[in-house]
């Protein structure tokens, strides 16, 4: 079965960082680029950064609220995507979803179920 | 403000059809592939419409899609009551340089 399952969520003050993990089973995750798509309570989806595969390069790319802050990482031997955030801010609250990217149809394809972050004083 | 806008929500009966809207411009959705998700409540997002009108393996016949110029439109048919969701359109944007999406639409069922 295809899964994608985030875990490291959870409370953290402004200014705080955070490591969210993604664990992925089911497909060739070495041939997979990922990416991560976050949602604020009771708002839309907002894209967060994506990593290509490491035959495609390696390379990250993120969007301008979080670039700087956030960092994403992969490590193919474990099956394992990664996001380190760094001074985190009130309106990172959100919940980060773990996602496969198709690159030629520029889809988030696979989801995970998600992981809360609340950062709250 | 979301990049590309839809409308906030939708309504219609069961057995009917709806559609939902997303608009954009000539960075985004002029120049590349539409997708939509749906989201029911409480779960994750799932793809459900990629490169503007294919269907991912297993996403009911009942939905399509649709795009001209710097606009895409999703199509529900014989609406059911487990239809009721947001649902999302997304395109990668040449100008900012990654995916952006509208702002959601939650349809109901009446």
């Known amino acids: 079965e295809v899964q994608l399952v985030e875990s490291g969520g959870g409370l953290v003050k402004p200014g705080g960082s955070l490591r969210l993990s993604c664990a992925a089973s089911g497909f060739t995750f070495s041939n997979a680029w990922m990416s991560w798509v976050r949602q604020a309570p009771g708002k839309g989806l907002e894209w967060v950064g994506r990593?290509?595969?490491?035959?495609?390069?390696?390379?990250?790319d993120y969007a301008a609220p979080v670039k700087g802050r956030f960092t994403i990482s992969r490590d193919d031997s474990k099956n394992t995507l990664y996001l380190q955030m760094n001074s985190l801010k009130t309106e990172d609250t959100a919940v980060y979803y773990c996602?496969?990217?198709?690159?030629?149809?520029?889809?988030?394809?696979?989801w995970g179920q998600g992981t809360m972050v609340t950062v709250s004083s | 403000q979301s990049v590309l806008t839809q409308p906030p929500s939708v309504s219609e009966a069961p057995r009917q059809r709806v559609t939902i809207s997303c608009s954009g411009s000539s960075s985004n959705i002029g120049n590349n592939a539409v997708n939509w998700y749906q989201q029911l409540p409480g779960k994750a997002p799932k793809l459900l419409i990629y490169y503007d009108d294919l269907l991912p393996s297993g996403v009911s016949d009942r939905f399509s899609g649709s795009k001209s110029g710097t606009s895409a439109s999703l199509a529900i048919s014989g609406l059911q009551s487990e239809d009721e969701a947001d649902y999302y359109c997304a395109a990668w944007d040449d100008r900012l340089n990654g995916p952006v999406f509208g702002g959601g639409t939650k349809l109901t069922v009446l």
């Open positions: 990593i290509k595969s490491k035959t495609d390069g390696g390379t990250t």
């Open positions: 996602t496969t990217f198709l690159p030629r149809e520029d889809a988030f394809d696979i």
